[in-house]
């Protein structure tokens, strides 16, 4: 389940990360709105998962899930460059991820 929180908690990073640019420097209220309660869901979930897993691979995940999904939403919906370099990058980033969770860090 602390897992779950984590994945979660790593969409909603994305989630803040895009709406953070869509407020243009919070001078946009709705973006900024979704901007905290994205924030405090991702920190709130993360933090209730530390209490069952190591904070390494906890973050790890929660941060590779943030970057990667940023960088796919950026590249699908607000016209961010896309090459292969960047999509190899995510890649690895995704299997960094992927065997961060299954190190078996819960205790």
Do not use: N
């Amino acid at each position: 389940m602390a897992w779950l929180l984590v994945i979660v908690a790593g969409v909603l990073e994305t989630g803040f990360a895009v709406c953070l640019k869509l407020s243009h420097g919070f001078t946009r209220l709705w973006p900024t709105i979704a901007f905290c309660v994205f924030a405090l869901g991702s920190f709130g979930l993360l933090t209730m998962s530390l209490k069952k897993l190591d904070v390494g691979p906890a973050y790890a995940v929660w941060t590779g899930i943030g970057a990667a999904g940023t960088a796919i939403y950026g590249m699908i919906f607000l016209g961010d460059l896309v090459s292969t370099l960047k999509i190899v990058s995510i890649s690895f980033v995704i299997i960094g991820v992927i065997g961060l969770q299954l190190s078996g860090s819960a205790h």
